[in-house]
C-alpha cells in the first residue's frame, strides 16, 4: 500500500516534525518543572505579581508574532520564486522595523504602561517597589525578543529546525537553572528571576544572529532604499495586528483583568493554565513550524494540489495529536495537578480544563491561517475573525464586574473562540476553496 508521506517534501516536513517533537518532549519537561519550583519558591502572591506585571508588556507580544510571520511570510515566497534578491531585502526591511518597533515598545511602556502599574494595578504596599522593578526587566526582556525575531525567522524559513531546537532548549534550561536558584539566592526572588529571564533571551538572540551570519551567506543585512516592500510588509502587518492584538488582549489582557477585578491569587491559577495551555500548543505547533514554509512555497508555486494534500495532513495531524494529549488531561486534571504542584485548588483546575479547549480550536484553525496568509486576504480575514475573537475581553470585564466567579473569565474565551473558527471555515471556502 502506498504510503501516505510519499514525496520529498513530505518527507522533510516528516523529518523536521519529528526533531520538533523531540525539542518539544524536552521543553515541556523543563518548563514543568521550572514552574513547579518558580510558584513554590516565589509563593502564591508573587508568582501572581510577577504573571501580572510581566502580562502588561505582553499585551504588545502581538509586535512579535506580526514580525515573525511577516518576514517568513515574504522570505519563503521569494525563495519558493527563487528570488534571493528579495529574500535578502524583506530581512533587512524586518531588521529595521525591528529596532523601530523597540523604540515603540519603550516609549509606550515608560508612559501608558507606567501610569496603568501606578493606578490600576492590584499589589500589596510591600511588594510595589519590587513589582515595578520587574515591569522594567520586563519591557528589556520584550525588547530583546522583537530584536531576535528576523534572525529566528531566517532560521525557520531555511528550516533549520535543528538549530531552532538547540537554542530553545538552551533558553529552557537557563529558565530552569533560575527557577532551582529561586530558594537559594540572597536577593529578592522575584527580581532575581525576572532577571534571569532576560539572560535567557540575550543567549537567544546572539545564538540566531551569529548563526545566521556566519552560516546562511545568502542572507545579510543591507540598507533598503526602495520603499515598495516597506510599504507591503507594512500593509501585511497591518491587519496581521489585529489579529495579533486580540490574542494578546485574549490572554494577557485577561490576566491583567483578573488582577485588577480579583487579585493575585487568580492571577496565579490562570498563569498555571496558561503554562498548560503553552505545553499543549507547543505539540501543534511543531506540526505548523515543520508545514508552514513548505505550504507558502507551494502556494508561490502554483502547486495547490500539493498544497491541498499539506493542508489536509496537517489538519488531520493536529485533530488527532491535540484529541490524544486533551481527552485524558481533561480526565485526570485534578490528580496530574497534585503531582505537578504539589496542590490542585478548584479555580486551578477549571481554568486549566477550559484552556485545554481554547487550545485545540486554536491548533486546529493554524493550518487555515497559513493558507489565508500565503494568499494574501489578510485584511478580510482577520477583520472577520479576530474581530469575534476580541470581544472576549470585555465580555470578561463586564462578568466580573457582576461579581461572576473568575473562571467567567475561560468560559468567555472558550465561547467567542469557537464563534472564531466558525468564521476561520467560511473564510476559507469564500478567499481560497470557492477560487480555486
Not at 116 to 121: G, I, R, S
Not at 245 to 257: H, S
Request: glycine share 4%; hydrophobic share 55%; aromatic share 12%.
Amino acid at each position: 500500500m502506498k504510503s501516505i508521506i510519499s514525496n520529498p517534501t513530505e518527507k522533510r516536513v516528516a523529518k523536521n516534525t519529528l526533531l520538533l517533537f523531540f525539542r518539544m518532549a524536552l521543553l515541556m519537561v523543563i518548563n514543568l518543572v521550572a514552574v513547579r519550583y518558580v510558584r513554590s519558591g516565589l509563593g502564591i502572591d508573587d508568582y501572581g505579581i510577577l504573571n501580572a506585571t510581566t502580562g502588561i508588556v505582553q499585551i504588545v507580544i502581538c509586535l512579535k508574532s506580526i514580525l515573525a510571520t511577516s518576514t517568513q511570510r515574504f522570505i519563503s515566497i521569494a525563495m519558493g520564486k527563487d528570488d534571493m534578491e528579495n529574500a535578502r531585502d524583506s530581512f533587512s526591511v524586518s531588521v529595521k522595523l525591528s529596532r523601530k518597533l523597540s523604540l515603540l515598545v519603550f516609549i509606550g511602556m515608560e508612559t501608558i504602561g507606567l501610569w496603568f502599574v501606578f493606578t490600576q494595578m492590584n499589589c500589596p504596599e510591600s511588594r510595589f517597589t519590587a513589582m515595578l522593578i520587574v515591569y522594567q526587566l520586563a519591557i528589556i526582556n520584550f525588547i530583546l525578543t522583537l530584536l531576535q525575531v528576523p534572525y529566528l525567522a531566517v532560521v525557520l524559513a531555511y528550516e533549520k529546525m535543528n538549530i531552532f531546537a538547540f537554542v530553545t532548549v538552551a533558553e529552557a534550561l537557563i529558565n530552569l537553572g533560575a527557577a532551582l536558584l529561586v530558594f537559594v539566592v540572597p536577593t529578592d526572588r522575584m527580581i532575581f528571576y525576572a532577571t534571569m529571564l532576560i539572560v535567557s533571551n540575550l543567549l537567544g538572540y546572539v545564538l540566531y544572529k551569529a548563526y545566521v551570519n556566519r552560516k546562511i551567506s545568502d542572507i545579510h543585512y543591507q540598507e533598503v532604499k526602495d520603499k515598495t516592500l516597506y510599504r507591503q510588509v507594512l500593509s501585511f502587518s497591518g491587519w496581521t495586528i489585529y489579529g495579533s492584538i486580540a490574542a494578546a488582549l485574549m490572554f494577557q489582557g485577561n490576566m491583567v483583568a483578573l488582577n485588577v477585578y480579583v487579585g493575585p491569587a487568580a492571577n496565579a491559577a490562570f498563569a498555571v493554565a496558561l503554562q498548560i495551555y503553552n505545553a499543549i500548543s507547543s505539540f501543534g505547533n511543531n506540526v505548523i513550524m515543520a508545514v508552514r514554509p513548505q505550504m507558502v512555497m507551494n502556494y508561490s508555486k502554483g502547486n495547490y494540489r500539493h498544497l491541498n494534500r499539506l493542508f489536509l495532513l496537517s489538519t488531520l495531524a493536529l485533530i488527532v495529536l491535540m484529541g490524544a494529549i486533551i481527552v485524558p488531561l481533561e480526565i485526570w486534571m485534578p490528580e496530574i495537578l497534585k503531582i505537578w504542584l504539589g496542590d490542585a485548588d478548584g479555580m486551578t483546575i477549571i481554568f486549566s480544563r477550559l484552556m485545554m479547549i481554547v487550545a485545540f480550536l486554536l491548533m486546529v484553525g493554524m493550518p487555515i491561517t497559513i493558507i489565508m496568509h500565503a494568499v494574501g486576504c489578510v485584511k478580510q480575514y482577520h477583520l472577520i475573525v479576530e474581530t469575534i475573537t476580541i470581544l472576549c475581553l470585555p465580555a470578561s470585564c463586564i462578568f466580573l464586574s457582576l461579581n461572576y466567579a473568575p473562571e467567567s473569565v475561560c468560559w468567555s474565551i472558550v465561547a467567542f473562540i469557537a464563534l472564531a473558527h466558525v468564521s476561520r471555515l467560511f473564510c476559507l471556502w469564500k478567499f481560497y476553496l470557492r477560487k480555486i
